[in-house]
């Protein structure tokens, strides 16, 4: 190989993008061109859709719920859809069930900042009935939008209809939870959903047992 197509191998792309700069061509990108990252790509998602009327659950909601949280974390969770609290603040998880999970990830040592929070479907099905197969698949590709940008190690599914559609399985919730499923890029692990555990609390033991499962995991990926 002569020693020009060495070199070329050699450089990075920011080397490259500097070497294009110094010759006069950084017009191609504009005067303010900053390469895409996560933030800005997310940034840009909640624009496309901010305003979707996709699905018939446009016409009721208040928000668009598109999620928050750290747009590089390891580990993200997706909950079911936005409630009566989430609907009003624009934001996942802020009402009873969200302060529970935030309670959650503290008892295993991670802040709600570090990780990314968001739901199948982003706005609220009335009366917080359980959201509708047609309604899901209208609205799924944001989810595997923010999945394709933020690329977490670790999906934490919180309840059955996260973990079917993650899962792409039709099952009950306990013959998902307690494992972790392979999937192209990253683990699924299932465990109930906060809101669950207000009603049900005898199930807040095994929810412990499965956060602890996920933190062992998380730190072997880490
Ligand atoms: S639930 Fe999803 S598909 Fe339906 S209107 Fe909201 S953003 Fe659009």
């Known amino acids: 190989m002569n020693k020009a197509k060495n070199f070329e191998r050699q450089i990075t792309i920011e ?9 006069g061509i950084d017009e191609v990108f504009g005067k303010n061109f900053i390469p895409e990252n996560s933030k800005n790509l997310l940034k840009k998602l909640f624009e496309e859709f901010q305003n979707c009327q996709k699905c018939k ?15 590089d974390a390891e580990i993200m969770f997706v909950g079911e859809g936005p409630g009566m609290q989430e609907d009003i603040q624009g934001k996942p998880f802020v009402g009873s069930a969200g302060k529970l999970l935030t309670k959650m990830l503290k ?3 991670l ?10 479907v982003k706005c609220r ?7 509708e197969a ?3 698949s209208t609205c799924i590709p944001i989810l595997y939008k923010q999945i394709e940008i933020i690329q977490p190690k670790i999906i934490c599914a919180l309840g059955k209809v996260a973990g079917n559609l993650l899962l792409k399985k ?11 499923f392979q999937k192209e890029n990253y683990k699924v692990f299932v465990t109930y959903h906060p809101s669950a555990l207000l009603y049900h609390p005898q199930w807040k033991k095994p929810t412990w047992e ?3 499962m996920l933190m062992n995991e998380y730190k072997k990926i880490s």
Do not use: C
């Open 57 to 71: 659950l446009s016409k009721t909601r208040n928000n668009f719920v598109i999620g928050e949280g750290n747009s």
């Open 125 to 131: 099905p009335p009366q917080n009935r359980n959201p």
């Open 134 to 136: 047609d309604e899901i």
């Open 170 to 180: 039709d099952t009950t919730l306990g013959n998902m939870r307690g494992k972790f």
């Open 111 to 120: 802040e709600r900042e570090s990780v990314y929070i968001t739901n199948v």
């Open 15 to 23: 080397q490259k993008l500097e070497l294009l700069k110094l010759s």
């Open 210 to 212: 499965d956060l602890q």
């Open 107 to 109: 008892a295993i040592n």
